[in-house]
């Protein structure tokens, strides 16, 4: 109880949220051009991937390897591969369209207005859900407790509904 109403007095404030995005923004930026490289690379790397299966499929269309289960395991190599590339593409491109500067003040505080009205209702297990997707660490030193979180999945809880009457569910 302790821990959630400091939250949500000290921590989520308009102006405390307002520094933590404008560092997130600053290091989004900095980070799209090595996001554009890395999506390059991964594109690169999953067309030789269906260069390779394509070739595969060939030799055993042809008779030149048999199905056996040695291919089977490397199909499945190829396609679990594919699968992280496209996973990882995904989470580039999500992080390179996050668009905080669309957020004005008044959708900071209308959120966290929200979010405190939400962290007070006892009924729901709401405060402790978000609590776990925001703070990565809680440490306590002596008299004093120390969060750490993730300014990305702030801004995203942020960016989910800037008009946010009622909040959406955690992710």
Known sequence: AIILRTVAERVFTPERVETMLKELQARLKAA??????????LARELEEIKQGTD???????????PINESL????????????????EMARLRGQKEMSLSKLGKNDIA??????KERFQDK????????????????????????LSGSLAALAGALCSGPEL??????P
């Open 165 to 170: 009457g009622s909040l959406p569910g955690v």
């Open 110 to 115: 209308a959120f966290f207005k929200a979010l």
């Open 32 to 41: 799209k051009s090595d996001h554009h490289e890395e999506l390059k690379k």
């Open 72 to 87: 089977t395991e490397r199909v499945h190599k190829h396609q679990a591969r594919r699968q992280e590339i496209f996973i």
């Open 55 to 65: 070739r595969l499929y060939e030799a055993v269309e042809n008779g030149i390897l």
């Open 123 to 146: 009924a729901s297990n709401f405060e402790k859900e978000y609590l776990k997707l925001l703070v990565d660490e809680i440490r306590i030193v002596k008299e004093e407790v120390h």
